[in-house]
């Protein structure tokens, strides 16, 4: 059977006129579910042996996180960064013409992948995940423009009660005041000035396979994960050959893929 979405390549004019106005766009059954088993495969062997370099949620103490590495569920993933080091499967998956060629719609003719921001595969786990606030991920990031695309995959159900990423549409063009943001840079809630603004907000139900492409200026927000499963997704992010990092920042620590 003909995997539903590979006999496209690329995004329709009305997709990437969506893409720029809202700032995201979701592609359903993208990835083909033999990348998305296997992907699964290393995502619960390294999650089993705690392999590699992981976050883990205590390290962040978000709303809904264990108080330290030691109390109850301190063990706890958060994510596993250096998802291209885990196995070859990630490695592919990204110089796959189904993705290229549409991040080449959205950024243009070169592609270069930072190793060093995303780049890993994000869990949230029943009991001990977090609440992540509303925040832009270029809050950190150094790079000559803030104009980097993501992309988040799918590799089980999300939905609301899982802790399924919500996006506020269009603030890529907006940039939030600073006092509008608390200390670590997240949209306060509870300023009368942000309430338009987070009533914008949509949540991005994904099914295995999905992907979700958003700017990285635009805000976006999960809760802590309520079911009882594991809910797990691989995220990278990817920039134009022309948006250098700023040397000197944490942006530029790390080598890079050139993928078009």
């Known amino acids: 059977m003909t995997h539903p979405e590979l006999t496209r390549t690329e995004f329709s004019k009305n997709e990437v006129e969506t893409f720029h106005r809202d700032g995201y766009f979701v592609v359903r059954a993208l990835i083909p579910p033999d990348s998305i088993n296997a ?3 290393i995502t619960s062997r390294d999650l089993a042996t705690h392999q590699g370099d992981i976050e883990y949620e205590a390290e962040l103490s978000y709303p809904g996180a264990p108080e330290s590495l030691e109390a109850e569920g ?10 291209i080091s885990r196995d070859p499967v990630f490695a592919k998956l990204v110089k796959e013409p189904f993705l290229v060629n549409r991040l080449q719609q959205l950024l243009g003719p070169h592609i270069v992948m930072p190793l060093i921001h995303h780049n890993c595969i994000m869990t949230k786990q029943p009991r001990f995940s977090s609440d992540t606030g509303w925040h832009q991920d270029t809050r950190y990031w150094n790079f000559t423009t803030g104009d980097l695309v993501n992309i988040w995959i ?3 159900e999300e939905n609301p009660h899982n802790g399924c990423l919500r996006i506020l549409p269009g603030t890529h063009f907006e940039s939030a005041q600073r006092d509008r943001l608390d200390d670590a840079l997240f949209l306060r809630t509870d300023l009368e000035q942000n309430q338009s603004l987070l009533a914008r907000a949509v949540p991005v139900d994904l099914h295995s396979g999905d992907v979700l492409f958003f700017h990285a ?4 927000a999960a809760t802590r994960n309520y079911s009882t499963e594991s809910k797990q997704s691989v995220v990278f992010t990817f920039r134009a050959l022309e948006n250098r990092p700023i040397a000197g920042t ?7 893929l050139l993928l078009s």
Do not use: I, N, Y
């Open 154 to 156: 799918a590799l089980g």
């Open 217 to 220: 200026r635009c805000f976006h």
């Open 74 to 83: 301190g063990r706890t993933a958060r994510r596993l960064r250096q998802a």
């Open 250 to 256: 944490k942006s530029a620590d790390w080598p890079e």
């Open 39 to 41: 992907m699964k495969r």
